[in-house]
Nanobody
Framework: QVQVVEFGGGLVQAGGSLRLSCAAS????????MGWGRETPGAPRELVAT???????KYVDSVQGRFFVSRDNAKNTVYLQMDSVKPEDTAVYYC???????????????WGQGTQVTVSS
C-alpha cells in the first residue's frame, strides 16, 4: 500500500514565502513524476508544478518564477517553495506522485490528502 502525505501549509501574508513538503511511502518500486496541484472552490484541480525523475521541471504560467519544485529521490520526497505569494494563490494544495507500486504492472497517479494555503492581502 502506498501513502502520500503533505506537510506545511497555513497562513502567509502576500509577498511572503511558504514551503510545502510531501513524502511518498510504502511498497514503491519507482517514481516518475512528482509535483503539486491546487484546487479552489468551484474550479477543477490544476497541476501547477511538476518535476521528473531526471530533474526536468515544469510550471504553469501563473506560478512561473515564484514557485520552485524540487525532490529528494532517496527520500521519495518532493518540495514546493512558494515565494512572492499572492492572494490568488490561496487554495488547497495537493501532492502528486506518479509511481509504480509493488504488485502493479503500470505507473499509477497518487494524490495526497491536501493542505490549505491561505494568503492574506
Amino acid at each position: 500500500q502506498v501513502q502520500v502525505v503533505e506537510f506545511g501549509g497555513g497562513l502567509v501574508q502576500a509577498g511572503g514565502s511558504l514551503r510545502l513538503s510531501c513524502a511518498a511511502s510504502g511498497s514503491i518500486l519507482s517514481i516518475s513524476v512528482m509535483g503539486w496541484g491546487r484546487e479552489t472552490p468551484g474550479a477543477p484541480r490544476e497541476l501547477v508544478a511538476t518535476i521528473r525523475d531526471d530533474g526536468y521541471t515544469k510550471y504553469v504560467d501563473s506560478v512561473q518564477g515564484r514557485f520552485f519544485v524540487s525532490r529528494d529521490n532517496a527520500k521519495n520526497t518532493v518540495y514546493l517553495q512558494m515565494d512572492s505569494v499572492k492572494p490568488e494563490d490561496t487554495a488547497v494544495y495537493y501532492c502528486y506522485v506518479n509511481l509504480l507500486a509493488d504488485g502493479y504492472l503500470r505507473m499509477v497517479d497518487y494524490w495526497g490528502q491536501g493542505t490549505q494555503v491561505t494568503v492574506s492581502s
